[in-house]
């Protein structure tokens, strides 16, 4: 009605509710709140970030960002946030004190409100980082050549094979390429270790479909855990040498 007006400011032609205008409500409402202190775990290997029980980000700047600044502000349930900018005021070596200028909308009502972070990063290694720098593996798969006659020397053989090895990781699934533990140069070819049995598994059905290798897979008994047995599995794969297309054209003359 034209002669309602707010109880706090006593402003007419404005919308209340509970009899307050937006902007006194905003005046008087916590829009946006924080931690006193907080936490951000990340594994320095990777860049993965802890979030509850699991790791989420791989991959990401190991440094602290705006995105892990984000999930620390809780909003207010009729605020919503439209952006922040960030601003360091000091820091030490893993805590930093950050003051953001946020543009908050509030009942049809848009304000700029700051909010004051305190932010200590933690350097924590995550499952995946840790099995790899202990040498933790479930699987190998085995990179050999054909068994035709005349084998390559084994200096061609490991540089065909690791081009060879390069074009299935293209082919892969970035899950999959994340199962890499570590790989081994051998005279015969290479060895890669994986800390994920079913993308060494994936990979090396990739390498049969796509890439014409021929594909044994055995496992031997590991250890137990739980009362249940644990095998680790080796997937050979070999990769016939390319026919010569001179050889191919000209076969050789028979005696």
């Known amino acids: 009605m034209a002669d309602e007006f707010c109880v ?52 990401a700047s190991p440094l602290l960002t705006a995105e892990d600044l984000a999930p620390l502000v809780a909003v207010h349930p009729e605020a919503a946030l439209r952006e922040i900018r960030w601003e360091e005021t000091s820091s030490t070596g893993t805590v930093r004190e950050l003051v953001g200028r946020a543009r908050v909308r509030f009942r049809g009502v848009e304000r700029e409100v700051p909010i004051a972070l305190s932010v200590r990063t933690e350097g924590q290694s995550c499952p995946d980082c840790s099995r790899k720098s202990g040498r933790f593996y479930t699987a190998v798969v085995q990179l050999r050549g054909g068994t035709e006659r005349g084998g390559e020397k084994p200096r061609a053989l490991r540089a065909r094979l690791e081009g060879v090895w390069s074009e299935i990781l293209a082919e892969s699934r970035p899950d999959w390429r994340k199962a890499v533990s570590w790989q081994e140069d051998l005279p015969e070819g290479w060895d890669v270790f994986f800390t994920n049995t079913l993308a060494a598994r994936s990979i090396a059905r990739v390498a049969k479909q796509k890439f014409g290798a021929s594909v044994k897979e055995s496992a031997s008994l590991f250890g137990r855990k739980n009362g249940q047995e644990i095998y680790r599995v080796t997937f050979c794969l070999r990769f016939p040498r390319p026919v010569s297309p001179v050889a191919a054209t000209h076969p050789p003359l028979e005696p």
């Open 8 to 59: 706090v400011c006593g402003a007419t032609g404005r919308q209340l509710t509970d009899g307050v205008c937006a902007e006194c409500a905003a005046d008087r409402t916590t829009l946006l709140s924080a931690p006193e202190h907080s936490v951000v775990v990340i594994c320095p290997h990777c860049g993965a970030r802890k979030t509850g029980a699991s790791w989420k980000r791989a991959g």
